[in-house]
């Protein structure tokens, strides 16, 4: 049964705190997909600052509880920068003797795709209902600390629950021969709508950190054409590997691109 990417996060937040998983954030219970949630040990409304919010989170996550922050305003990210920071780096400055494997989700905005995040924080992106819920739940699962950054393509979509690759897989939504266009978040929808009638592949990033840069790289060595939607540096780096694999300029477009810029930059490239 189909169900949307809002009714299928809310069932799966609601799993986290029914197994003792905690929700922390400015608004959890009150905003959002949390709304309406029962008060009780398993939600923590925090002060109105995001790094307060991540600070109390990696306290939990040091003493054993499996939590989830919620930020309302991808902003927040910036000034949380801090916390984050300090999160990213705690595995690693203490030979993996202390880890605080904290989940953020938060709405995916334009600049995050150019946002130097830092070494040790996994950057997921969900376009897509399943991956949604699927990248909570990896996220969940590991030692690490995710940021979840969450498209409105997401919430508004529907999806099964099925599962879905790992974190830092990219996956293809559309087979094509004549070039690939990567893309991120509402990108990926804005890409799948232009390619008809264009023998072009799109494949769906899924994430900024990590990047499967050998995966990246194989596709363009076979389509040897490619357009970019919302590259952060470390892509435009791995597609420098398949650089004599070229046949037309890579094109590189902002997150926010429109449709009609999109399918311009596709027509371009095929037919270079």
């Known amino acids: 049964m189909t169900r949307s990417g809002r009714d299928l996060l809310r069932a799966a937040l609601e799993r986290h705190v029914a197994k003792g998983g905690m929700l922390v954030g400015e608004s959890v219970g009150v905003h959002g997909v949390t709304e309406g949630f029962a008060a009780g040990p398993g939600l923590l409304r925090t002060p109105l600052s995001e790094g307060a919010a991540v600070g109390v989170a990696v306290g939990l996550a040091l ?3 499996k939590v989830i922050v919620e930020l309302v305003d991808p902003l927040g990210l910036v000034r949380a920068a801090d916390v984050l920071g300090e999160l990213a780096s705690l595995r690693a400055r203490t030979g993996a003797a202390w880890s605080a494997p904290v989940v953020i989700r938060a709405p995916f905005a334009p600049f995050a795709s150019l946002t130097a995040w830092p070494a040790g924080l996994r950057v997921a992106v969900a376009a897509t209902a399943d991956d949604l819920v699927g990248m909570l739940a990896h ?14 393509s997401a919430h508004e979509g529907v999806g099964t629950g099925a599962a879905v690759p790992p974190l830092g897989t990219a996956v293809t939504r559309r087979e094509g021969k004549a070039a690939t266009v990567f893309a991120l978040a509402g990108g990926v929808d804005a890409a799948l709508a232009v390619a008809e009638g264009e023998d072009v592949e799109v494949v769906d990033l899924r994430g900024l950190a990590p990047l499967d840069r050998a995966g990246l790289g194989a596709h363009v060595r076979r389509t040897g054409r490619a357009v970019v939607i919302g590259a952060p540096e470390g892509l435009l780096v791995a ?3 398949a650089f004599l694999s070229l046949e037309a300029p890579l094109i590189s477009l902002p997150a926010d691109a429109s449709p009609d810029r999109i399918a311009a930059a596709i027509r371009d490239t095929v037919s270079y």
């Open 63 to 65: 003493a054993g509880k």
């Open 139 to 152: 996220a969940l699962d590991g030692l690490e600390p995710v940021l979840l950054l969450e498209a409105p």
């Open 239 to 241: 597609l420098e590997e």
